[in-house]
C-alpha cells in the first residue's frame, strides 16, 4: 500500500501443516489471472487478504483521500465471504477497525491480515500526527477479530531497522504496510519515509518477532532482506505459510518519471536463511499491480491492479 492519504475464522484443512515443496528452488510462474467477482459492492477494492481458510477475502476501498470525482474519501476496511475462488458475497465493513463516528476525519484503516489466533493486523493513520495522543508516531494496530468485528484494539510501537534501543521514531517514518505469518509469531513489516510526497522516499521489508507478547525488530533484518531491499520503493509483502516464500511489491522510478510496480517472489530453503533469488511474476501483468496475498496452499495469488481508473481484486493460479 502506498499511503497517500494525510465472520468467523475456520479450521484450515491441514491447520498448521504448511503446504509441502514451497521452500523448493523450482521456478515460480502463475497463470490464468481473473478479476474476483465481490457481489453486493461496487467501487475501488485494494490491498486484499485471504484468510488461511479460503473463506473470507479482506481489502479496504481507495486508500486515497479524495475520490476522482473530486469528493472526499475515507479508507475503512471491508470483507466479503467465499462463494468460489473468484467470487465473494459483500458483507460490509469490519467493525472496530473505522474511525466514521470521528467528525472531519477521513483517515485511512486498510491492510489487514489475520493469524491461525484470530488476531487481526492493520493500519491505521488517525492519530499518526497528534503528539498528544499515546498512539504519536504509531501506524500498526492489532485486536481480536470474529464474526465482522474486531475488539481489544491496541496500537503497536513504531517499527524501524537498526534503531537503537529507546531512541524514538521521527515524524515521517511511518510503518505502512504489515503482514503478520500465520503463526502469529512474526510480523513483516514496511518502514516508509514521506517528506513532502504522497509517495514515501524510501520503503523497505522488514521483520519482528513476537518475545512475551511484544514484537522486537529482527536485529538480522537487513541481511535477511539483502536482496529485497533495494533503492526502489518494496513494500506490500505477503509470506507464505511455510515461511518460505515472500511476496511483496516493487515500485521503480520516481514521481517525475513515473513508477512500473510489479509483484516479485523471493525464496530460501530454511527460515533461518536470507531471502534470494528473487524473480518478477511476469504473467501477471497490468496497471498497478500491487499487494499480493497468497493463500493457506500456495496455489492461488490474490492481488489488485486498476482498471479504467479503479482499483480492481484479481487472482491467480499456481502453475
Known amino acids: 500500500m502506498l499511503i497517500s492519504h494525510s465472520i468467523l475464522i475456520m479450521s484450515c484443512t491441514n491447520d498448521d501443516n504448511p503446504p509441502a515443496d514451497n521452500g523448493s528452488l523450482k521456478p515460480i510462474v502463475f497463470e490464468n489471472p481473473r478479476q474476483v467477482t465481490l457481489q453486493g459492492y461496487s467501487g475501488d477494492a485494494m490491498e486484499p487478504f485471504i484468510s488461511k481458510d ?22 475503512d476496511i471491508h470483507y466479503a465471504v467465499r462463494v468460489d475462488d473468484i467470487t465473494f458475497q459483500y458483507k460490509g465493513k469490519v467493525f472496530g477497525a473505522s474511525t466514521d463516528e470521528i467528525s472531519d476525519n477521513n483517515e485511512l484503516e486498510g491492510v489487514p491480515s489475520l493469524d491461525k489466533n484470530g488476531k487481526i493486523y492493520f493500519i491505521r493513520t488517525l492519530d499518526y500526527l497528534n503528539a498528544q495522543s499515546p498512539d504519536y508516531l504509531s501506524s500498526i494496530f492489532m485486536g481480536d477479530y ?54 514515501p522516499d524510501k520503503a523497505d521489508i522488514g521483520i519482528a518477532n513476537e518475545n512475551n507478547g511484544v514484537f ?32 511483496f511489491t516493487r515500485g521503480i522510478g520516481s514521481l517525475e518519471t513515473g513508477f512500473d510496480f510489479g509483484i516479485y517472489v523471493a525464496k530460501r530453503s530454511s527460515e533461518s536463511d536470507p531471502w534470494g533469488n528473487v524473480k518478477r511474476l511476469e504473467n501477471i501483468t497490468g496497471e498497478f499491480l500491487e499487494a499480493p496475498s497468497i493463500s493457506f496452499n500456495g496455489k492461488l495469488l490474490y492481488y489488485h491492479r486498476k482498471i479504467a481508473d479503479e482499483f480492481k481484486i484479481f487472482v491467480a493460479q499456481r502453475k
Do not use: C, W
Open 54 to 75: 479460503s473463506n473470507i477475502l479482506f481489502f479496504n476501498n481507495l486508500n486515497g483521500d479524495m475520490l476522482p470525482n473530486g469528493g472526499e474519501n475515507d479508507t
Open 216 to 247: 522486537e525488530v529482527d536485529p538480522d533484518s537487513r541481511k535477511l532482506f539483502a536482496e529485497v531491499n533495494t533503492n526502489a520503493l518494496e513494500y506490500a509483502p505477503s509470506i507464505s505459510t511455510d515461511n518460505l516464500e515472500l511476496y
Open 146 to 199: 470474529s464474526l465482522g468485528a474486531i475488539t481489544n484494539l491496541k496500537s503497536l510501537p513504531n517499527l524501524k531497522m537498526g534503531r537503537p534501543n529507546g531512541e524514538s521514531p521521527v515524524a515521517g517514518e511511518l510503518n505502512f504496510d504489515v503482514e503478520i505469518h500465520y503463526d502469529g509469531k512474526q510480523l513483516y513489516f514496511v518502514e516508509g519515509f514521506f517528506s513532502v510526497n504522497p509517495l
